[in-house]
């Protein structure tokens, strides 16, 4: 069965670092990329970016360039979404989610999601 | 605000029809790129409902279908039923943005 399990949910202050985890099983890790969507409170689905494991080409939106890191680990099948500063607006639920091979776009298969509160 | 906007709200009686629009532009939709669709149900994950405009994935009901023309696309639920009453966004590659969008989402109520 295919599958992305992440991380779980985690309770940080402002200005600490975290890295998360979505552990893709089932399939081949690296032919396909892995996106993550912010989903703030109460909010719609935000895109955020896309990597792929294989050669590790990685896109940002442009509201979340600069402000995440999107990394992969193919040796254990593990794409990771982190942040060196976090805010009290980074707050949100974080899905990864992977695409059929050969696209980028639709996401058929989504992680159940890792809860971030970032409070003081 | 998103790139691709949609209703807030739409509503209708069980057994009845709804549609939801997703309205981009000539950098998204318009471009000629694909058009997806997804249903989350609260506190879930969203699941994929229709890809590339029209397709639906294994196990989604023929009662979900989805169509695109110029810089619009919409998604028709048809034969309403209490479990259809979710949030439902829309999705694009926008080229200005190099990446995709999702729009600000739909919530469905069955009244």
């Known amino acids: 069965e295919v599958q992305l399990v992440q991380s779980g949910a985690e309770v940080k202050k402002p200005g600490e670092s975290l890295k998360i985890s979505c552990k893709g099983s089932?399939?081949?890790?690296?032919?396909?990329?892995i996106g993550w969507v912010r989903q703030k409170p109460g909010k719609g689905l935000e895109w955020m970016g896309i990597?792929?494991?294989?050669?590790?080409?990685?896109r940002y939106s442009p509201s979340f360039q600069g402000q995440v890191t999107i990394s992969a680990d193919k040796s254990i099948s593990t794409a990771y979404l982190q942040w060196s500063s976090l805010k009290a607006s980074d707050t949100a639920m974080y899905y990864c989610?992977?695409?059929?091979?050969?696209?980028?776009?639709?996401?058929?298969?989504w992680g159940q999601g890792t809860m971030v509160t970032v409070s003081s | 605000q998103s790139v691709l906007t949609q209703p807030p709200s739409v509503s209708g009686a069980p057994g009845q029809r709804a549609t939801i629009s997703c309205t981009g532009s000539s950098s998204n939709i318009g471009a000629g790129y694909d058009v997806h669709w997804y249903q989350q149900l609260p506190g879930t994950a969203p699941k994929l409902l229709i890809y590339g405009n029209s397709n639906r994935p294994s196990g989604v009901p023929d009662r979900f279908s989805g169509s695109k023309s110029g810089t619009s696309a919409s998604l028709a639920i048809t034969g309403l039923q209490a479990e259809d009453e979710a949030d439902y966004y829309c999705?694009?590659?926008?080229?200005?943005?190099?990446?995709?969008?999702f729009g600000g989402g739909t919530k469905l109520t069955v009244l």
């Open positions: 999705q694009s590659y926008d080229s200005s943005l190099s990446g995709s969008v």
């Open positions: 990597i792929y494991p294989g050669d590790s080409d990685t």
């Open positions: 089932g399939y081949s890790f690296t032919s396909y990329w």
């Open positions: 989610a992977r695409p059929r091979i050969g696209d980028a776009d639709a996401f058929h298969i």
